[in-house]
């Protein structure tokens, strides 16, 4: 066989070397094709039908060893040359890529000089050899490899399965909610319509003007928590999806703080809820989107106010990381968050308890919600380089251990955020 027009398939995963390889064969003629695992290489290796593969060994998913067993299994690649070309030169590596079905065995990195020589002499039949012993060896040593790296492989697929069937069943939950959520202010639009209709149908006169102005009042309120509902949807797909745009600009946090407590305080007295917010005045501007910002801290308030019994207390603080960063820290005296649920909280539709149980009221001790809140707040803080956690001791609805959830802000985007 001539080298010229050979056609030699590459399977590696690191760029350099694959770029070195391949311009040095393609400068002497040959037809080269690149891979960086596994699954694409014996896929080109079945379109193309090179006359020699060199096979990178360590590779993700499934190493070179695995790839060359598999492709000696497939008709037309059981004699073609498959020459391993690895950095890995430990005692045994050689012997081991040849029990698997290499030819050959090559080291990186190349020495340009003489590679393509050596290649060639693959490209003209050359195998480098084992002895029965030394096969026979490495062969039960590459069997235990497969089995192992199968049984490595059945405990991933075990594992992914599992997350996906739980991601269902959150799925299911949050369709069973948002329907919920959305039917009761629904609920509520459509009865005040029908009240409308009727003081309109019943009476000559015109409807008094306060009648009127109550029934503004709840159609506003039920379209307002529709509009929440599919804006809380909105959000996190846009998060999911990464395409949600902040428009940057200075971020006074005493007027999210002002905009929060306009939002909260009425809710809390009815509660009883003492809100403490501190004085934000002294820290610093950050450039980031207020209003996505106020977003957030306004859902980790919200949930301070779902998950805190009536005469508990909520408090947010400011904590200035001069030139650095902010961390705004909500705490509560409310049931507190198990240690084990803490990671899974800021995920899309996570709402720790039986559905059933939420009631619908956003403001009441354990109110509904969608289980996004929290997954909102941490797209936008992470959007913004900041990051979001929380510390609890546990969840207990008697003694109330409470939680703190902290939101630690870069001045800008585009600082790095301390480790605390
Ligand atoms: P939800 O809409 O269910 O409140 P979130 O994403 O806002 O969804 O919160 C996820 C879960 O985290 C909640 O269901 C709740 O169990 C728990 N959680 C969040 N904040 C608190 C808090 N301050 N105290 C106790 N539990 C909390």
Redesign the pocket.
């Known amino acids: 066989m001539t080298a010229k027009g050979a056609k030699i398939l590459y399977i590696e995963d690191d760029h350099a070397s694959r770029r070195l390889v391949e311009r040095v064969l393609t400068s002497r003629g040959y037809e080269v094709f690149v891979a960086t695992e596994g699954l694409e290489g014996i896929n080109l290796a079945r379109e193309k039908r090179p006359q020699l593969i060199l096979m990178d060994i360590n590779l993700p998913n499934m190493d070179g060893r695995e790839i060359t067993t598999r492709l000696r299994g497939l008709p037309n690649f059981s004699e073609i040359p498959i020459v391993a070309l690895t950095a890995n030169i430990s005692a045994g590596s050689r012997e081991l890529a040849l029990a698997a079905g290499c030819t050959g065995f090559m080291t990186k990195p190349i020495d340009v000089a003489t590679f393509t020589t050596d290649v060639e002499r693959f490209l003209q039949g050359k195998q480098d050899k084992l002895s029965a012993d030394e096969r026979n060896q490495h062969l039960e040593k590459h069997a235990q490899n497969l089995v192992e790296s199968l049984e490595k492989k059945v405990r991933e697929l075990r594992a992914a399965n599992k997350r996906l069937m739980e991601l269902d069943s959150l799925k299911s939950d949050f369709i069973v909610l948002v329907s919920h959520e959305l039917r009761t202010p629904l609920t509520l639009v459509s009865g005040y319509s029908h009240l409308l209709a009727e003081q309109v149908a019943n009476k000559n006169d015109l409807v008094p003007a306060q009648s009127i102005a109550g029934i503004a009042e709840g159609l506003q309120a039920g379209v307002g928590r529709m509009q929440d509902v599919i804006n809380e949807i909105i959000s996190v797909v846009r998060i999911s999806s990464g395409t949600l745009d902040l428009s940057l600009g200075p971020v006074r946090l005493t007027k999210i703080m002002a905009d929060i407590e306009k939002t909260y305080g009425e809710i809390c007295r009815k509660r009883d809820l003492k809100l403490n917010v501190d004085d934000f005045s002294g820290l610093p501007l950050i450039q980031g989107d207020g209003r996505r910002l106020q977003a957030a801290v306004e859902?980790?308030v919200?949930?301070?106010v779902?998950?805190?019994p009536d005469g508990g207390e909520i408090t947010i603080t400011g904590r200035d990381m001069p030139g650095k960063a902010v961390d705004i820290i909500i705490s509560?005296t409310?049931?507190?968050?198990p240690l084990e649920?803490q990671r899974h909280?800021?995920e899309q539709f996570?709402?720790?308890?039986a559905i059933q149980h939420?009631s619908t009221s956003k403001s009441a001790f354990q109110g509904?919600?969608?289980?996004?809140?929290?997954?909102i707040?941490k797209g936008i803080v992470e959007a913004h380089n900041g990051r979001i956690w929380?510390e609890?001791e546990r969840?207990d609805p008697d003694a109330l251990p409470g939680?703190t959830?902290h939101i630690l802000l870069p001045l800008s985007p585009s600082d790095e955020v301390p480790s605390l």
């Open positions: 859902h980790v919200g949930n301070a779902k998950y805190t509560d409310g049931i507190g968050i649920e909280i800021f996570y709402t720790l308890g939420h509904g919600g969608l289980g996004l809140g929290l997954a707040a929380v609890s969840r939680s959830f």
